[in-house]
């Protein structure tokens, strides 16, 4: 129960899989500009649902649009872009630029090749399908990665999930977080979680009185003791 419920919590204050998709594609197109400058659009089509399409807005001999096919891989990328794995996402993004902008002949942050100069010639065909392999490529130290975010993940969803209690407010420690409780005459200490050690926190008496509030800020205090990682 505890874990359900700091997994609800967590979802409740990060995108949706689409949300975090789209993110990646409007940073995509930043990053080629910032890179290139070529401007792109780049999409999902509603008739074809597995694709992403990257569209060239300037002139050129090669296609206009190519499609790139979404597998598995880049799906579980998108889930950890979800999920504010740090870095990941700008880290992404230039890599997949770095192969679109090759394909049509941008092969460094300034130098633009003659096969993007403007031109009247006819396209061959709407679309051209590239297999881009930058997700492959990506490397993360998986498990370093994963422990920061879910330890700092944790801490948000736990704060912000406690200070929506009126007067609620979290301190964070070297060592520890507290839970006090600021009223106009004084600030009462509710519960200490220690932060290097998992699973080990004390709820004071103050938050013990608090009967049917204790009911709901126990069960988050206790999720988040559980997700600590000592270091």
Do not use: C
């Not at 910032?34 to 296609?63: C, H, Q, W």
């Not at 061959?124 to 993940?153: G, H, K, L, M």
């Amino acid at each position: 129960m505890k874990k359900k419920q700091l997994a609800k919590l967590k979802k409740q204050f990060r995108p949706s899989f689409n949300n975090a998709r789209a993110l990646l594609f409007r940073e995509m197109e930043k990053q080629a500009m910032a890179m290139y400058e070529l401007p792109v659009t780049v999409g999902i089509k509603l008739e074809t649902p597995n694709e992403m399409s990257i569209e060239f807005l300037g002139e050129t001999t090669r296609d206009q649009i190519i499609s790139v096919p979404l597998d598995e891989h880049f799906n579980l990328v998108v889930k950890r872009i979800q999920s504010s794995e740090t870095g990941l996402l700008e880290r992404f993004s230039r890599k997949l630029v770095n192969e679109f902008a090759n394909y049509w002949g941008f092969t460094d942050e300034s130098a633009v090749t003659s096969e993007n100069a403007p031109t009247s010639a006819p396209k061959e065909s709407p679309a051209t399908e590239v297999e881009i392999e930058a997700a492959q490529d990506i490397e993360v130290p998986a498990a370093d990665t994963e422990s920061s975010f879910d330890e700092d993940s944790a801490f948000a969803t736990f704060k912000e999930a406690i200070t929506a209690f009126p007067k609620f407010e979290v301190i964070e420690h070297s060592d520890s977080v507290q839970v006090v409780e600021k009223t106009a005459k004084e600030e009462r200490l509710l519960a200490t979680i220690s932060t290097s050690e998992k699973n080990v926190f004390t709820i004071e008496p103050a938050l013990e009185r608090k009967y049917k509030l204790k009911l709901e800020v126990i069960p988050v205090i206790e999720a988040f003791a559980q997700s600590i990682t000592p270091a």
